[in-house]
């Protein structure tokens, strides 16, 4: 009922920059269930357990990890059904597979197959 797919992702250099999107499709997908929807952006390096790295709820208030903030933005198009993740002053522990994750209640998780990030000079 909810699909997920991300894109953006790629190699870069440390210090670079990229833009990470999300874009929802679905038959229950519409621009009021991506507004009520708690959406958020995830990342798992090789060997290493899946992190929260910023998330974003119905009123507008965000969260970023520690490690992210002032570098990562995670914001949203309800419209366009899509969430992005601006990634700025990319360094290699930034290194992983990033996926994207809707939250429509506490049983009513959907994920994306998530899209490679790789910092690497």
């Known amino acids: 009922q909810v699909q997920l797919v991300e894109s953006g992702g790629g190699l870069v250099q440390p210090g670079g920059s990229l833009r990470l999107s999300c874009v929802l499709s679905?038959?229950?997908?519409?621009?009021?269930?991506?507004?009520?929807?708690?959406v958020s952006w995830y990342r798992q390096a090789p060997g290493k357990q899946r992190e929260l790295v910023a998330a974003l709820f119905p009123g507008g208030s965000t969260t970023h990890a520690d490690s992210v903030k002032g570098r990562f933005t995670i914001s949203k198009d309800n419209v366009k059904k899509t969430v992005y993740l601006e990634m700025n002053r990319l360094n290699v522990e930034d290194t992983g597979v990033y996926y994207c994750k809707i939250r429509l209640g506490e049983w009513d998780d959907y994920w994306g197959q998530g899209t490679q990030v790789t910092v690497s000079s």
């Open positions: 679905g038959s229950i997908v519409s621009s009021g269930t991506v507004s009520r929807g708690t």
